[in-house]
């Protein structure tokens, strides 16, 4: 027989193990506990532990225990065996990890900050089919970053206006319409006749301008609807579905993934609700472990942040599209995607903080320009050509009227 109880699962002479999923948390334990007591109760109750001692037979026990191996100030670091974990099931690894533990009386707060994932868990996931090939593979973006407008208002508008934005986007030099996070299949605008209405719009300006566009179509819903939304985009010659990666749930975006592969389509992951998870900087999950999670279950694209320079508060944003294209035993890299609050007038900036591998997205910064949709798409593409260029914004707004007008109406910041 043997026992397990809450102190077998702390050791800080432990090396993990090159299979072990090594997770880096913030903690701070309840006024009655240690921090040695905390880490032990989250090592045990996110693996195979609980708060009574128990005595099992060892011969009818796979020993799956977590190991608290590091404890530097608020920061405790667990070791995780593989086996504890049913390869390719993101939702079991999080029913560990991030689980019950957020919610125990042994800690006021938690936060799981980061993970090392082993190859071991690594190769039971696809990754993302095309992930920053998609600038050349299936658009014409070349070196330059991918752009993609969102149509403002974000819902309530007909298919019909929703159509000749987009096609004033195109037309003005955006690569990608995408719809809103909360723009699905609603009367307003149904899901169908957006996409055909759209595509067909698309083949209309890639004939006419000579540059390939695409539709970042939000298939998110119900996941047998949102499987018969993908192959609806097949259906239509879209090459990208878009997916709100949070509110579906990482089952659904790997039923999504696998969908998609078998149709060439790249998947846009919208996060919509990350803050849920990430804005407490000590409690929940970070949006760097959510970032991770995606490129394991495959999606291509993902929001990261505008680096302090939009709307929206982000986190570490550089450090996040650092590891999303970092190698990882041979898995395909994720596009970070910038998005909220920007216009023609930080492009420079922008590229400066986070590189010109990435997609720039911009919504009413382009629909809210003075001139129009058209002109605005124009101002945003002339704002990146600067950049690339090397030729300050306002220089090159000497001879570029668009940006010159988005320049007076929003400044450079
Ligand atoms: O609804 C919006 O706010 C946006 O469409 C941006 O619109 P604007 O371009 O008009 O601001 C995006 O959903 C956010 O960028 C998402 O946030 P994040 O990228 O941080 O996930
Ligand atoms: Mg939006």
């Given at each position: 027989m043997t026992g397990i109880e809450y102190d077998d699962f702390l050791d800080l002479e432990y090396e993990p193990a090159e299979t072990d999923l090594v997770c880096a948390f913030r903690i701070d334990p309840a006024a009655d506990m240690t921090m040695d007591e905390a880490a032990s109760r989250v090592a045990s109750e996110s693996s195979n532990g609980t708060w009574a001692a128990l005595h099992v037979d060892e011969d009818e026990l796979t020993d799956l225990g977590a190991?608290?191996?590091?404890?530097?100030?608020?920061?405790?670091?667990?070791?995780?065996p593989d086996a504890l974990f049913e390869p390719g099931s993101m939702p079991q690894i999080l029913s560990c990890i991030a689980g019950n533990i957020m919610g125990m009386k042994a800690v006021d707060t938690i936060r799981l900050e980061d993970c090392h994932w082993p190859e071991s868990i690594v190769s039971g996931f696809p990754g993302p089919q095309f992930g920053p090939s998609v600038a050349h593979e299936k658009l014409d973006a070349g070196d330059r970053p991918v752009l993609a407008t969102v149509p403002k208002p974000k819902v309530?508008?007909?298919?019909?206006a929703h159509v000749r934005v987009g096609e004033e986007a195109w037309r003005g030099g955006v690569d990608l319409l995408k719809d809103d996070e909360n723009?699905?299949?609603?009367?307003?605008?149904?899901?169908?006749d957006r996409l055909a209405d759209s595509l067909a719009a698309r083949d209309r300006v890639e004939d006419d301008v000579g540059e390939r566009k695409d539709y970042l179509v939000n298939v998110t819903g119900e996941t047998n609807e949102m499987l018969e939304r993908v192959d609806l985009v097949a259906e239509h010659g879209g090459g990208f579905v878009m997916v709100d990666v949070i509110t579906c749930g990482w089952?659904?975006?790997?039923?999504?993934?696998d969908r998609a592969e078998k149709h060439d389509l790249a998947i846009h992951a919208h996060r919509a609700m990350h803050a849920a998870f990430d804005r407490l900087p000590h409690h929940g999950v970070s949006m760097r472990v959510l970032a991770q999670i995606s490129r394991l279950c495959g999606v291509d694209h993902i929001h990261t942040g505008?680096?302090?320079l939009g709307k929206l508060e982000n986190e570490d944003t550089p450090g996040i599209n650092e590891w999303l294209t970092a190698e990882l035993y041979g898995l395909e890299p994720v596009l970070p995607v910038a998005s909220g609050g920007l216009h023609p007038g930080v492009v420079d900036q922008l590229l400066e903080a986070l590189g010109t591998d990435i997609i720039v997205q911009a919504g009413g910064g382009i629909h809210g320009h003075p001139d129009g949709t058209h002109a605005g798409a124009k101002a945003l593409r002339q704002s990146v050509e600067a950049s690339m260029a090397d030729v300050s914004l306002e220089a090159y707004a000497d001879d570029h009227e668009e940006l010159a007008t988005a320049l007076e109406k929003w400044g450079a910041e």
């Open positions: 190991v608290a191996c590091e404890i530097d100030g608020d920061a405790v670091t667990v070791a995780y309530g508008l007909s298919t019909d723009l699905t299949d609603q009367d307003f605008n149904p899901f169908e089952s659904a975006v790997q039923s999504v993934r505008t680096a302090g």
